[in-house]
């Protein structure tokens, strides 16, 4: 049975930092292309960042240079780290996993960040 889980999402000030996680089992985290989504309240789920299984990023204009996204093959696991956060960014932020046609979500993490 595969899971993704994510963690690492809590109450932060503005320009303060956090990193999340997205810890996978039951998959062959290795092979899979990775992505971050988030979504806020009333507003629709937007991607914030991928990496390839081979490495290769991207990043949504709105996180480029504030966020780095990487991860850990041996440890099945990806991260997010989000630097100079601001109150935009607050959400509920995804891990996705994809091969193919396939897709794996984790249930979320919420990113809250005051002013």
Known sequence: QV????SGGGLVQAGGSLRLSCAA?????GVQNMAWYRQAPG????????????????YADSVKGRFTVSRDNA???????????RPEDTGVYYCKLQLGLK???GQGT???VTS
């Open 43 to 58: 507003k629709q789920r937007e991607l914030v960042a991928t990496i390839s299984r081979g490495g290769s990023t991207y």
């Open 25 to 29: 089992s039951g998959i062959n985290f």
């Open 75 to 85: 440890k099945n696991t990806g991260y997010l780290l989000m630097n100079s956060l």
């Open 103 to 105: 897709d794996y979500w």
């Open 110 to 112: 919420q990113v809250t």
């Open 3 to 6: 899971q993704v889980v994510e």
